[in-house]
């Protein structure tokens, strides 16, 4: 018997382990304290499988596609293979309902080994060579999205049948202010800008070539955008576009995509983006458009990556070692880093982490939780709540770890990848195996 037996109350008076807003949702912690997800403790994956180590949670991330499948009936949903991408996740995304997106023929063999139906595959990418652009057209995927002046000229040349595309465009949207990494403006390298004749060209351009069969626009307004507005905002400018292609050319576009970028909390307190309103914005800003410029309803898509993986994620890692420093923080220092998670040094992103393997005991303290590579900045995540008595040998669990980690690992300080393990219903299965000294030496021809 416990304290939280003999006393309830305590239970109900005491803060929450972990917040359902951000921890997968099979997370749960037993009467040791122990965390588990898809209900295989954390610290039975760490034993079996090492550290650090990626899991991530196959009903999490099925329960957020399902959710958009629910809330955007009328949309098409694609979902982004960039945030994470196995055959396995290709196989979870196929199986319910959604296409995938990919930006390079790595992914797109991905997406193909996990049985995705190329017609549903959206091949994307500023500087796709003329090798992924002919390989892209022998499968037949469904779009592919044009990013320059070479790119149309590279495709004509190669497709051997007509082959369905897109322009990617800017349509000006500012959204400096918004928690987000901006794309939807001029000054960056995606896609033609709308000002000017930069977009109007482009569209000539892929007209002029008959295998070229122009069915719709694409833009991508930027990354954790929590405003649904901003999308209604985009829908308008895209219609408009959309309706002067119609006057120049007699040709009407019936598809617009608005990409995806939407946001989620990485830590207590911060917004994420409502499905429901971003169905709604969609819904009231068609409307509005095409009837102020007469024009046929296309059929939407939307891009989401982040918001259905990034959550479904956890990352394990050992403390090596508790170290504080006179007037200063104190640093536990952990077995990953920036290999397996860059977004802290690339974008100062902010992570919440926790305890995993016990109850904590004592008081808490503010932490650093440092990486073991050779940067000042290799950081998981500064001035976090962890206990006093945090030792060697204790297993630390950062949520959110479910986009944009596995993807972007490198093998910095000769340090093999992390493996990525699938739990559900109890079990666990290894999706991704870690990466060996073997096979990095195997690269090396020297």
Known sequence: MTLLDILPSLGRAAPPRFDSAIWPVTTRSDEDGRLSVGGVPLADIADEFGTPTYVIDETDFRRRARRYRKALRSV??????????????????????????????????????????????????????PEELREATRIGVGRIVL???????????????????????TPDIDIHGHRALTTGISDQKFGFPLAGDHAADAVRRVLAHPILDLVGLHCHI??????????????????????????????????????????????AGESELDVDELARTIEDALDEACAAEHFPRPTIVVEPGRAISGRAGVTLYRVSSVKTQPGGRTFVAVDGGMSDNPRVSLYGAQYTVTLANRHASGVRGLVTVAGRHCEAGD??????????????????????????????ASNYNMVGRPPLVAVKDGRARELVRRETIADLLSRDCG
């Open 379 to 408: 950081e998981i995540a500064r001035d976090v709540e962890l206990p006093a008595d945090v030792h060697p040998g204790d297993l630390l669990a950062v949520a959110c770890t479910g986009a944009y980690h596995h993807s972007m």
């Open 147 to 169: 990013d320059s002046d070479i790119e149309i000229a590279y495709l004509a040349g190669l497709a051997r049948k007509r082959q369905r595309v897109l322009i990617r465009v």
């Open 76 to 129: 098409e949903v694609a979902y982004a293979g960039k945030s994470l991408l196995t055959t396995s996740v290709a196989r979870w995304a196929r199986e319910e309902g959604l296409g995938v997106d990919v930006c390079s023929a790595g992914e797109l063999a991905t997406a193909q080994a996990g049985g995705v139906d190329p017609a549903r595959i959206i091949m994307h990418g500023n500087a796709k060579s």
């Open 222 to 267: 930027g990354s954790q955008v929590t405003d649904a507005a901003l999308y209604g905002e985009a829908i308008h400018r895209m219609i408009a576009a959309m309706a002067d292609i119609r006057a120049a050319h007699g040709v009407i576009l019936t598809e617009l995509n608005i990409g995806g970028g939407h946001g989620i909390p990485y830590v």
